[in-house]
Nanobody, 117 residues
Framework: QVHLVESGGGAVQAGGSQRLSCSVS????????MAWFRQAPGKEREFVAG???????QYADSVTGRFTILRHNAENTAYLQMNSLKPEDTAVYSC???????????WGQGTQVTVSS
């Protein structure tokens, strides 16, 4: 069974940085496309960033230039480096693993990121 655990969330001031981690166990990490999604209160979940097994990346327009998704196959971990954070980035961030960036099979529980102005 594949298990995903996010870490690194918390409170940060606008303009600051934060790095989220997603540790994957129970599967072959290098075969998975990894992605980060987020859901703000009262809003639908939205795609943030994704990285395919071959390191091809994709970003939502709202985070392009500020966020970077990375993967470290030897550590079975994906990361989301978030810079220049804005209050509107406040959300629960969840990582996912699957067959492609937009076709996810496994999800983590999520971690809260709160950006104060």
């Amino acid at each position: 069974q594949v298990h995903l655990v996010e870490s690194g969330g918390g409170a940060v001031q606008a303009g600051g940085s934060q790095r989220l981690s997603c540790s994957v166990s129970g599967g072959t990490f290098s075969n998975y496309a990894m992605a980060w999604f987020r859901q703000a209160p009262g809003k639908e979940r939205e795609f943030v960033a994704g990285i395919e097994w071959n390191d091809v990346t994709q970003y939502a327009d709202s985070v392009t230039g500020r966020f970077t998704i990375l993967r470290h196959n030897a550590e079975n971990t994906a990361y989301l480096q978030m810079n220049s954070l804005k209050p509107e980035d406040t959300a629960v961030y969840s990582c996912a693993a699957g067959r492609s960036t937009m076709l996810q099979d496994y999800w983590g529980q999520g971690t809260q990121v709160t950006v104060s102005s």
